[in-house]
């Protein structure tokens, strides 16, 4: 079945570490890389790590990405006010033949 | 800079048709494939399909749920991409992006440039 799996939501307080899962399958994430991209509100999504654990030019340290088997997982670290977005995972399927979101995990940062 | 600009919001009765656009700016535009990703209100990101650069044959691919009613085409010459959707139904309704996709296999994909979106409204 070709789904990534997102928890809904996540929290934690400024300064603090998160986490943020995905969970896919041997067809998408353990066969291909992963990406994440963050969608702050009211904006179109922004690549925020690719290739598992690379970050573009211009996206702080804070953020990594790592990929074990059929997982992969985002870090934030030092969270801040401005980090509250909506964060999606995304492979590539190769049983649909194209790329694979993830339903989203919503940080929210009290 | 790399730049894709969209044409603006739409609001279309079921069963028409409608087209939109995304014109690209600050690279070489006919390198590139170009993706669209929709996202309905309230909703996360779906893939819609895409189409490869010329030197790859300028062919599309399409998720499953969208083949037949959604189309992709581009013209270098213009550095556009266009996404046609016949017979529009409610469910269309979502804010359409069109993304760069940078990479040619699931070894090194991406999207790492996207538009600004493109409101599709689909009531009568």
């Known amino acids: 079945q070709s789904v990534l799996t997102q928890s809904p939501s996540v929290s934690g307080t400024a300064g603090q570490r998160v986490t943020i899962s995905c969970s896919g399958s041997r067809s998408n994430i353990r066969s291909n890389i992963v990406n994440w991209y963050q969608q702050l509100p009211g904006t179109a999504p922004k690549l925020l790590i690719y290739?598992?654990?690379q970050r573009p030019s211009g996206v702080p340290d804070r953020f990594s990405g790592s990929k074990s088997g059929t997982s992969a997982s985002l870090a934030i670290s030092g969270l801040q006010s401005e980090d509250e977005a909506d964060y999606y995972c995304?492979?590539?399927?190769?049983?649909?033949?194209?790329?694979?979101f993830g339903g989203g995990t919503k940080l929210t940062v009290l | 800079e790399v730049q894709l600009a969209q044409s603006g919001g739409i609001l279309e009765q079921p069963g028409r048709s409608l087209k939109i656009s995304c014109t690209g700016s600050?690279?070489?535009?006919?390198?590139?494939?170009i993706n669209w990703v929709r996202q309905a209100p309230g909703k996360g990101l779906e893939w819609v399909g895409f189409i490869r650069s010329q030197t790859y044959g300028g062919t599309t691919d399409y998720a499953a749920s969208m083949r037949g009613r959604f189309s992709i085409s581009r013209d270098d010459s213009k550095t556009t991409v266009y996404l046609q959707i016949k017979g529009l139904k409610s469910e269309d309704t979502a804010v359409y992006y069109c993304t760069r996709m940078s990479g040619t296999s699931g070894y090194d994909w991406a999207f790492d440039y996207w538009g600004q979106g493109t409101l599709v409204t689909v009531s009568a």
């Open positions: 600050g690279f070489n535009f006919g390198d590139f494939a």
């Open positions: 995304a492979a590539w399927d190769d049983s649909l033949s194209g790329p694979l």
């Open positions: 290739s598992n654990n």
